[in-house]
Structure formats: structure tokens, C-alpha cells
């Protein structure tokens, strides 16, 4: 089955930096998307990439997608405290089913 | 619009009873689905409702979970009984065209077996 595997689990970096986070996937998708989990809520979505797409930007967030390498980026420039929160990368189904896999996640925390 | 509600927002229980978690979508949309995510592993998929029918359910964990979406409106999961490694946070996600906009969360229902 296919499964987004994110890394690194746990980031730690100041204000002001630049926080990048992996995505690694076994089979092929129809896209895939980043998710946001700040501390006791629910899951915000980010942002999503088609397979047929390279990169995609949204606001502060950068998202690259390969293919061939079956791996996403999600990349936050300036980060601020208010970014901490776990990042999910959910991979999208090819023909037949609809249901997104999901990573163990990036906890990433922004020091002020 | 309002978002996807999930209810009760917290639960703790004694292994052995019964909890009901339900989920409130967003109005219009046909897709539900149910994750959860326990002790910080991985989000796993349980179902996806099609309105009110069953799409795919592969990934209940076992028969002491029951899932039913009445009228393709709200959705109800069931535990029962509960055991201590079902705790964890429970999330309804609804959609109406996933591969475009992607899933609409709720919180989440953290429930604790003790």
C-alpha cells in the first residue's frame, strides 16, 4: 500500500528561518497534499500538488513534487512561533478508491 | 459556510464501554471520511461514505467499530466495546471534489481507554 513517510520527525529552528520537510511515497498518485496540525486541533490543508505539476507556492509555503523520486518538500521561509504545529504530507489515489494515505508527520517547532 | 463539526471534542471511558463519536459535515458534501491517529503514529484511514453508502471501509480495525451515516447527513462511529488501544484522536474529513481541493477536517475527538 502506498504511504507517505515524512522527514524529519521533529525540526527545531529560530524565527526567521527557512524549515524544510520531506515526503517520501512507494506507488504512484494523483497528487498530493500538506496538511497542518497545530497542538489539540484538527488538521488544516495546506496546499496540493498534481502529479503533473512541479512546484507550487502558496503565501510563505513552497511545495516541490518529483515523481521519479517519489518524494514531495514543503518548505515554510520566514517562519514565526505560529508555525509550530505537525506537517502531514497525505498521498492521492491513483484509479478506483478515494482515500488519501497520510505520513507520521513533521513536528516542528519555531523558537522565538 | 460552517466547517466539519466533530462531537464529543474530548472522551474518557472505561475499557469495556461505549462511546459515540459523531461528525457534522459540511452541508453538500457527499464524501465522509474517518481517520484516526494513535499515540503519534501515523493518520490511518478507517471509511469513506458515499452519502449514506459505505465506499470503502477496509480500514476498520475490527468488529467492535461501527460506522453509519444516516440520510447521508451526519455520521456516527461507535466503539463498542472500547478497548485501550483504541485511544486516540478520531478525525471526520468531508469533500466534495477531493482530488481539487482536498479534505476539510474537523478537530478531532481525542478519546482516552482507561
Known amino acids: 500500500s502506498q504511504q507517505g513517510e515524512e522527514d524529519p520527525q521533529a525540526l527545531s529552528i529560530q524565527e526567521g528561518e527557512n524549515a524544510t520537510m520531506n515526503c517520501s511515497y512507494k506507488?504512484?498518485?494523483?497528487?498530493l497534499q500538506w496538511y497542518r496540525q497545530n497542538s489539540g486541533r484538527g488538521l488544516v490543508h495546506l496546499i496540493l500538488?498534481?502529479?503533473?505539476?512541479r512546484e507550487k507556492h502558496s503565501g510563505r509555503l513552497r511545495v516541490t513534487l518529483d515523481t521519479s523520486k517519489k518524494s514531495s518538500s514543503l518548505l515554510i521561509t520566514a517562519s514565526r512561533a505560529a508555525d509550530t504545529a505537525s506537517y502531514f504530507c497525505?498521498?492521492?489515489?491513483?484509479?478506483?478508491?478515494?482515500?488519501?494515505?497520510f505520513g507520521t508527520g513533521t513536528r516542528l517547532k519555531v523558537l522565538a | 459556510e460552517a466547517g466539519v463539526t466533530q462531537f464529543p471534542s474530548h472522551s474518557v471511558i472505561e475499557k469495556g464501554q461505549t462511546v459515540t463519536l459523531r461528525c457534522d459535515p459540511i452541508?453538500?458534501?457527499?464524501?465522509l471520511y474517518w481517520y484516526r491517529r494513535v499515540m503519534g503514529k501515523e493518520i490511518k484511514f478507517l471509511l469513506h461514505?458515499?452519502?449514506?453508502?459505505?465506499?470503502?471501509e477496509s480500514g476498520m480495525p475490527n468488529n467492535r467499530f461501527l460506522a453509519e451515516r444516516t440520510g447521508g447527513t451526519y455520521s456516527t462511529l461507535k466503539v463498542q466495546p472500547a478497548e485501550l488501544e483504541d485511544s486516540g484522536v478520531y478525525f471526520c474529513?468531508?469533500?466534495?471534489?477531493?482530488?481539487?481541493?482536498?479534505?476539510?477536517f474537523g478537530s478531532g475527538t481525542r478519546l482516552t481507554v482507561v
Open positions: 461514505f458515499v452519502k449514506e453508502s459505505k465506499q470503502d
Open positions: 452541508s453538500g458534501h457527499d464524501n
Open positions: 497525505a498521498t492521492g489515489p491513483t484509479s478506483g478508491t478515494y482515500k488519501y494515505i
Open positions: 506507488t504512484s498518485i494523483n497528487n
Open positions: 500538488i498534481r502529479s503533473n505539476e
Open positions: 474529513a468531508s469533500s466534495q471534489d477531493l482530488t481539487n481541493y482536498g479534505y476539510t
